[in-house]
């Protein structure tokens, strides 16, 4: 396995060039990406760390908890060089969303629930997961750097900001990434986003890499996913415009099929081009798509083949916003 670093502060972090997003392990939770069965998570984890995956990325609100839940189960025994992401945003009524909270009381709370359900001493990287427009970020990242003096906190991070509050984040305390989507079919962090990440020393971690898995190529329309998906809403996959995001995924083919290799190791393999500091996350849920991502790192990709998919998804190329109304307000704030 190949391995990069995350950020730059005190030799930043180390961890292996391909993630795991542990969204979709979620069950019977908020967040549904077709059936997952707990066992063969947990397998898909253990084979993970076996052919050399060190980075596992979850967060509170996913289930929410469950999801902590399970990947503490699954790495009992085996934290040993393993990084642990988890992220914070909201405060919580039951299992209910009551609302942003980027206090330091907030994120104190969470913490303290996410060590406790992960099952660890301390967390390697603990993301703001989403901004919080009605407290200022010097408050919040002051608050994630008293968890990080307690050790409880190895390294804080942010998702979904914008350039401007990246720049003062970094004012505070060294920010070792920043999670955001990005992909072939959504480059709208390309520019200000980027130029800050890379102006003060900070690793980007692409969430949704593979499109919530439309770049690999299995979707070809609504059909194609169970009654329940949440995919079923999101504003790409839609009728009038799934048939030009196709187009995408064809070119995405086109290169593959020059190089014997997957969709979706092509998709991933392009971001990696895109520069040393990117790691990108694929969501998986078993062990035969985390087999396929994990061959990414080892595809490099030609001037032809970027060229290829420049010609079909430049970027603001693809139709449809990424999230409806509501998603959308949340992010690059």
Known sequence: MKYRTLGTHDGGL?????????????????????????????????????????????????????????????IKGKRDGLVIATKFAMRWNGNDMAGLDGSPENARRACEGSLKRLGIDTIDLFYQHRVDPNVPIEETIGGMAELVKEGK???????EAGADTIRRAAKVHPITALQSEYSIWERDVEGDIL???????????????????????TIRSLDDLPADDWRRNDPRYQPDTLPQNLKIVDAIAEVAGRHDASNAQVALAWLLA???????IPGVKRRATMRDSAGAPD???????????????PNGGTAGPRYAERGMRMVKL
Do not use: W
Request: aromatic share 8%; with cysteine.
């Open 14 to 74: 180390k961890v292996s060039a391909i993630g795991i997003g542990c969204m979709p392990m979620i069950r019977e939770g908020n967040i549904n990406y077709g059936h997952a069965d707990d066992d063969e998570s947990i397998k898909t984890i253990h084979e993970a760390i076996d052919v050399g995956l060190t980075f596992f990325d979850t967060a509170e609100m996913y289930g929410p908890f469950s999801n902590e839940e399970l990947v503490g189960q699954a």
């Open 274 to 280: 895109q520069g040393e500091d990117i790691v990108p």
């Open 299 to 313: 595809l490099t990709l030609t001037d032809q083949d970027l060229a290829t998919i420049e010609a079909a998804a």
């Open 153 to 159: 906190v190895r390294h804080i991070a942010l998702s």
């Open 195 to 217: 130029d800050a990440c890379r102006e003060n020393g900070i690793g980007f971690v692409p969430y949704s890499p593979l499109g919530r898995g439309f770049l690999a190529g």
